[in-house]
């Protein structure tokens, strides 16, 4: 049996677990002190994913960036293609959070939102 050891991060505890797998298959979770630390376990080792943070520009603000974030989690093989995508996004000023700022990021069906907001320059 294959096993891999992980630090959770689905709680502030950041248990030190330990998942057993054969074949690509989750046979056991040890170490987690939640049930958050199997959930976290069990789809790392077999589906990660990530929520993308990152900033835009933009034009004719009154600041030049915009803070971002991916709407929900993406595939984790799906980060560079995401921050491309990102990296070559311009809004116009105003923009308030909340807003979509990007849809379909690197091809994943998952929207780039503002969590910020910018107003026009004066």
Known sequence: MEK???ICIGCPMG????????????????GNTCKRGD?????????????????????QGEKERLPVK?????????????????????IQAPVHRGAVVLRNAGNTGVDVIATGSVEAAR
Do not use: W
């Not at 248990?15 to 040890?30: K, R, W």
């Not at 991916?70 to 311009?90: E, G, S, Y």
């Open 70 to 90: 991916t709407a929900c989690d993406i595939p984790k093989t799906k980060i560079f293609d995401v921050m491309h995508d990102i990296n070559r996004v311009r």
């Open 4 to 6: 891999r050891s992980l």
């Open 15 to 30: 248990c030190q677990v330990t998942v057993g797998m054969e074949n690509g298959a989750v046979l056991s979770v040890e």
């Open 39 to 59: 959930i976290y376990a069990r789809k790392e080792v077999t589906n990660p994913t990530r929520i993308v943070t990152s900033t835009v520009v933009v034009e």
